[in-house]
Each structure stands twice: as C-alpha cells, then as structure tokens.
C-alpha cells in the first residue's frame, strides 16, 4: 500500500480561526500531541508574522523529535531567512514558501505580471533549497489558477529544487470531479512531475474541504494538508480525523495507509477544543458527541444484535474510552500519574503535584471526575502564562430583589488590592469590579460557558475574547462555579494582554 503523508496545519492556519488563539505553552502541548497523534510534518506557524509566532515555532522545532517541523514563508528572502532561523534547530525542518498564481491575485494582491511571479518563485525555491532539501512550494489560489500556467510554475518549482509540490483550494472553490482532474493534469503535463510530492490544502468554505482531498488522494496526490477538527479560516479547513478514518474505514476503495494512531484522534482534538475554548459540536463527523449514539429504535435493536449494522467503526477506535469516570477524592498520585500518561502527558514533578493538589481540592467539590476534568485542570494549573494578575477571592451576590455586587481580592504585580462594584448581573458586576481593580477598561467581544461533562455539579469552561488598543486576547478557564471561571477566564485575557504589550515593547527596543 502506498502511504500518504499527514501535513497537520492546526498550529498554522488554524490557530487563524477566530477565537483560537494559543499562547507558547499550548502550542509546544499541541505539538506534542501531535507528534504523539503520528503526524508527519506540523506546520508550527509563520515566523516572519511575528516575534512572538518565530519564538512559538522555534520552540515546537527544539521541542519535536519524531515529526518534521515546516515554516510558512512568502516567497521572498528575507521571510525564508526567517522561517530558516527558527525551524533550523528541528530534525528535518521544512521551509513552505508560497506565492499566489491565479491571475484575480496577480492582478489584484501582487499587482505583478505572470513572469514577475515566476521570477520570484523561482527565486524563492532557489534560496530556500541553499538552507535545506527539504522544501515545500504552494501555488496559492491554485484552484482558480490557469491550468497551462500552474503547470509551468510547477515544473520550475521542481526544477529550482522544491520537492513537495502544493496545490492549494485557497477559497474553497473547487469540486471534487474538477480538482481531482487538475492533479492528474499536473501529474501528467508536468515533465519532472515524478521528482516532487503532490500536496492539497483544502478550504470548506462550500463544505467540500474534505471532500476536495479525497479526491485528490484519489486522483495521486500523496501528501494531505489538515487541521484538527477542521478549524482554520472562515470555514476552516479539511478536518484531519475524517480524512484519516475515510482512508481507513474505506480502505478497500483507497487503498492507502497513513502513520497516524488512530487512537490518539479524539485525544487530540479534545485537548485542542481545550486549549481554544470551543467545545466540539455534538454532530461533528467522527469526534461530536452524537457520533456514536442511537436514540432510533430501529438503529438500536441493530446495534444491540450487531454494532456493525449501524457503526461503521468504533469508538474505540479514535480512542473514546467507555469508561468516563477516572478518580476519585481517594485516588492516589500514582493513579492520577498513570492515567495523565496515558492521555499523552508527560509532567514534570512540581507540574504532577500541582495538577494532583488541584484535583484534590475538585474532588472535595464534584462526586465524579472524568477525563475532561483532569484536562482542563492541566491546562489551568500547567500550560497558562505568567500571571500580572491573579485571583485571590471572590463573593457575590445576587437574585430579583437584590443589586448584583461583586467582591474581589487580587494580586496585582505582586500586591494585594480589594474593591467591590456593582453590574447588571453577577458576571458583570465582576466583570465591572475586575476591570476598576486592574485600572483597564477593554471592550467584551465575546463570552461562552459551556459544560465540561454532564451533571449539575460538571464543571463550567469559560471562553471570553477582550479588545483594547486594537489588541485582542483570548481567556479560558474552568471550575464547578461559573461565576469564578468567569472571572478567572476575564483575568487570563488580561494577562494575555498584559503580555502581548510585553513583547511589543520587548520588539520595539
């Protein structure tokens, strides 16, 4: 069987996905993960966007070991120098440089004539395969370029020294019988086509995105570019767990194998839900909560006589445990060590006791604890930032014949300060009252709540986006009480903001 190589994007194009901003802990975490998941090249980022994207990338190419770490760069020299700077330290490192190729962008974004744009492609593969041979080109917005024209750029591309050959449906345009037959016209009409790896990153903005890969497989392409549950630009990207278990569940059709561990599907795409505080919709293909459940009479009595009559595969098989419920409040270290291990996490001893005294003091407070619990407290007391702001106490009070009122204590910069304030409701009364402690008033663009596991005593995780100063930033946070998550999850997109002004400064001197 010929294998197909997984290009995961998560960190890259979909941490672009509104909302899914991931400080450097949580990105290093993901990689990982992804290392973990089988994954064979992690796009960790564009390090010429930014200081802070060149040090995330730099520290996921020191940090994996068993995937190839890739560096998006446009097709000029001083970002590839860039992307080359950080990925240098990783095993194998790839540069991805890119230039766009239909003529709407020639004409409108670049404003360069079809020859300029093969000059500086040419240019590009050029000195990006002087720092390595492992180099990737994309034709951006390939899907609505001409094909005579895309298929010269490609034999460049391959002659100037790219061994991994992108085809791009930037927007989601394509439909799978027409982009299928675009790859076998390039694998054809292209005379050095059998020197480079053919590659597909798929948008989903009509739906199509997996569909588009699949069908480029089909038609010879051998490398997928994806995301974990799909997240990425507007409509985000082809979700890696459902090309994955498409070329598995139908194997018979495809005929392919890739090195992902299936197991570790679902684990990865809980830990990203996480990490960027958007749960997993419950119809999600694959990896939603409604997956694998049957409420149909009919489709139960099957399955109770034979699961295969209406499950295609198992749960089991993307590593969704039957057993929900992992300790207790009398469960030791070594349990709790054994079964974080068995999640993927590798911790230090000062990260295991502080997640084990945090579970402690859950347990004192929840009858049952699942492995979403154990997650979010991981997350919470491991992968966060350095904190400018902590919570030290916090007391409302509120009902239809009371004010609303909010009384905090914080530690700011190290020194302790009280205020109590009022609001409309007990959220915006801390809200109210946070905001007066720390003296900044940025605007709320967003607040969600949502239960980590069912029950009424289930823990709340709280996702809240604030902007200030043409800045935004991304909180999370969990606990059994909504109202501290809250004021937890408003404190961490403090902090988050509070660090990006850091390194502003730090790039500015």
């Known amino acids: 069987m010929e294998r197909v190589q997984i290009f995961d994007t998560t960190l890259r194009d979909g941490e672009q996905s509104p909302g899914a901003t991931m400080n450097l802990r949580e990105k290093v975490r993901l990689a990982r993960q992804l290392e973990s998941l089988g994954v064979d090249i992690i796009e960790a980022g564009f390090p010429a966007s930014s200081q802070g994207d060149f040090e995330s990338v730099r520290e996921i190419a020191n940090a994996v070991k068993n995937s190839q770490v890739a560096g998006l760069c446009r097709a000029t020299r001083g970002d590839i120098d860039r992307a080359w700077e950080a990925i240098k330290g990783g095993v194998d490192p790839r540069i991805h440089t890119f230039i766009a190729t239909s003529d709407i962008h020639m004409k409108h974004k670049l404003r360069k004539s079809r020859e300029q744009v093969l000059e500086m492609a040419e240019a590009a593969v050029r000195h990006a395969a002087s720092l390595t041979s492992n180099v990737e080109f994309s034709a951006e917005d390939a899907s609505r370029s001409d094909w005579d024209f895309l298929a010269r750029m490609t034999e460049l591309a391959i002659s100037s020294g790219a061994r991994v050959i992108n085809i791009p449906d930037t927007v989601g345009y394509a439909q799978p019988d027409e982009f299928a037959a675009l790859i076998r016209f390039l694998l054809e009409k292209v005379p050095n086509s059998d020197k480079a790896v053919f590659s597909v990153h798929c948008h989903n903005d009509l739906g199509l995105g997996v569909a588009n890969t699949l069908a480029a497989i089909g038609a010879g392409a051998r490398q997928a570019e994806v995301t974990l549950s799909g997240i990425g630009e507007r409509a985000g990207n ?158 409302t009070t509120s009902g239809d014949q009371a004010i609303p009122t909010a009384v905090i204590k914080m530690e700011i910069d190290g020194e302790y300060k009280q205020l109590a304030d009022f609001g409309t409701g007990p959220i915006d009364a801390v809200f109210n009252t946070i905001s007066r402690l720390v003296e900044r008033q940025p605007e709320l663009l967003k607040y969600s709540v949502n239960a980590i596991t069912g029950g009424t005593d289930a823990q709340g995780e709280v996702t809240v986006k604030l902007e200030e100063d043409a800045r935004t930033a991304v909180g999370r946070a969990s606990d059994p009480d909504i109202i501290v998550a809250s004021a937890k999850a408003y404190i961490n997109a403090l902090n988050q903001l509070a660090k990006k002004e850091e390194e502003k400064v730090c790039v500015r001197l």
């Open 238 to 395: 082809a979700a890696l767990e459902e090309v994955i278990m498409a070329l598995d569940v139908r194997a018979d059709h495809y005929k392919l194998e890739t090195g992902i561990k299936k197991e570790q599907l679902f684990p990865s795409c809980r830990l990203l839900s996480l990490i960027i505080g958007q749960p997993i919709p419950p119809y999600k293909a694959i990896t939603g909560a409604n997956a694998f459940a049957h409420e149909s009479g009919i489709h139960q009595d099957g399955v109770l006589k034979n699961r295969q009559t209406y499950e295609i595969m198992t749960p089991e098989s993307i590593g969704r445990a039957e057993e929900d419920m992992v300790i207790g409040k009398h469960s030791g270290r070594h349990a709790l060590e054994k079964r974080l291990t068995g999640l993927g996490y590798s911790l230090s001893e000062e990260h295991l006791n502080q997640v084990f005294i945090a579970v402690k003091k859950l347990a004192d407070r929840k009858k049952e604890i699942f492995v979403e619990d154990i997650e979010a407290v991981v997350l919470e007391e491991v992968f966060r930032i350095p904190d400018k702001y902590k919570l030290a106490y916090l007391a």
